[in-house]
């Protein structure tokens, strides 16, 4: 698997998440600035409240700068055999007969792209997933917990 073009399709998809956040922000900025938002007694917050929205836009924007900049210097370096699972390796997992493909990812835990006709998730190691499956190795089967309940795995591989 090309890890490199991985790697650039989850900054693909940062990217497009980020432009979403510009516009929205600056939809709520031009709202909680605009005149007809002027507070009209001292109950009306609407300006108020479109202002944190802007605040709140503006802050996820710049997460999603700064996990752009970390995947952009990320090495995508190919695992050797035997190697444990860090940042930046690509795991596939069988849980109940089901594959499923996780990146580690530094940052931006939650974005999926779809990379070789699969279906890929970020996790990052501070996540319940990826804090169990961190240090593990390709034919270990750990103990994982999904939604409360324990469930047996197996780390089909390790790139």
Do not use: C, W
């Amino acid at each position: 698997m090309n890890k490199r073009a991985l790697i650039k399709k989850i900054v693909a998809r940062l990217t497009d998440e980020l432009a979403v956040y510009f516009r929205a922000a600056n939809a709520s900025r031009a709202e909680a600035t605009h005149e007809q938002n002027k507070a009209e007694g001292k109950y009306d917050t609407r300006g108020l409240e479109a202002s944190y929205l802007a605040r709140g836009q503006s802050r996820q924007a710049a997460e999603i700068e700064s996990a752009i900049a970390e995947f952009e210097k990320l090495a995508a370096r190919q695992l050797a055999d035997g190697e444990a699972i860090d940042i930046g390796a690509l795991v596939e997992l069988e849980t109940g007969g089901e594959h499923s493909f996780y990146f580690i990812g530094p940052r931006a835990g939650g974005t999926e792209v779809v990379h070789e006709k699969r279906e890929i998730l970020v996790i990052t190691p501070q996540s319940p997933l990826g804090e169990q499956l961190m240090g593990k190795k390709q034919g270990d089967q750990p103990q994982l917990t999904f939604g409360g309940a324990k469930q047996t795995a197996r780390i089909v591989s390790v790139k």
